[in-house]
């Protein structure tokens, strides 16, 4: 069967809409520039099928017509390598997440052409870092074990080391990202969540007070964890499902839309 090949003014609308970019959010590698020959310009990207072209390919949806696989909307820009490894690892890289991944891109493009040069790097760099940082948020949120199970729960001082800790590494992380972008959004939200649960716990001594139903300080305590599990368990399911980050079994828990 033939393949649904994208045409040359499809594949030139793709590289140009990525400015050349690869697509990727962890790659972003330039893939065009000059040749050693002057008369030449070299590309090392390539318009990506999201569905593939061929029947044998990967994310094949026989549903498609002829066209629809050759329509530009079935298409994204990627560097050579990137492009192989989404064919030869296609579990991991859903037709949506490919989707995802042109829509995010095209976004930052069109972002990036209506600011200045020095304003442009900046954000294209703060963009480069944001997966790999979303990644140590959740690594920060997994080593807080006393937030999410019950037996370290039961320590309320520990809950309260806990989440000073988580505090003091987002404001670290938070340092390294551009104050516009999104991931610092999520980030300053999962700092106020925090700030709520301190005010609300103030009043009583977390280092002397215990589990105790008829308690009315536990009671509180209790319920203002409650509510921050509830509310980090929200953001870092929104968090992980942005950046494709897998959530650990414990993290899963508390999310409360997670399957
Ligand atoms: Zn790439």
């Known amino acids: 069967m033939a393949r649904d090949e994208f045409s040359a003014a499809t594949k030139r609308t793709l590289a140009a809409r990525a400015a050349h970019f690869c697509s990727n959010p962890y790659c972003r590698k330039l893939t065009a520039g000059p040749s050693s020959d002057e008369n030449r310009s070299l590309v090392t990207g390539h318009a990506a099928h999201i569905h593939a072209a061929s029947p044998a390919g990967p994310r094949f949806d026989s549903s498609q017509t002829a066209d629809e696989r050759a329509h530009i909307s079935n298409g994204l820009w990627l560097c050579r390598e990137c492009g192989d490894i989404i064919d030869k690892d296609d579990s991991s890289h859903s037709a949506a997440l490919l989707r995802q991944w ?15 040069y020095s304003e442009s790097l900046a954000l294209l760099q703060s963009r480069q870092v944001e997966p790999m940082i979303a990644k140590r948020v959740i690594a920060a949120l997994e080593d807080r074990r006393a937030l999410w199970q019950t037996f370290d729960a039961e ?4 809950v309260r080391q806990s989440l000073d800790q988580l505090r003091s590494r ?12 999104p991931l610092d959004q999520i980030l300053l939200a999962l700092t106020k969540t925090i700030h709520i649960f301190f005010n609300a716990v103030e009043a009583s001594d977390l280092t002397t007070l215990r589990c105790n139903s008829s308690d009315p300080e536990w009671r509180s305590f209790s319920d203002a964890l409650a509510t921050l599990r509830k509310s980090v368990g929200l953001q870092i ?10 959530l650990s079994d414990d993290l899963k828990s508390i999310s409360p839309l997670s399957t």
Not at 102 to 116: F, M, P, Q
Not at 237 to 246: D, E, G, H, S
């Open 102 to 116: 042109k829509t995010d891109h095209e976004a930052l493009i069109s972002e990036v052409r209506t600011r200045g």
């Open 155 to 158: 320590f309320p001082d520990r």
């Open 170 to 181: 987002l404001v670290d992380l938070r340092s390294e990202l551009d104050e516009r972008s």
């Open 237 to 246: 399911f929104n968090l992980a499902n942005a950046y494709n980050v897998k």
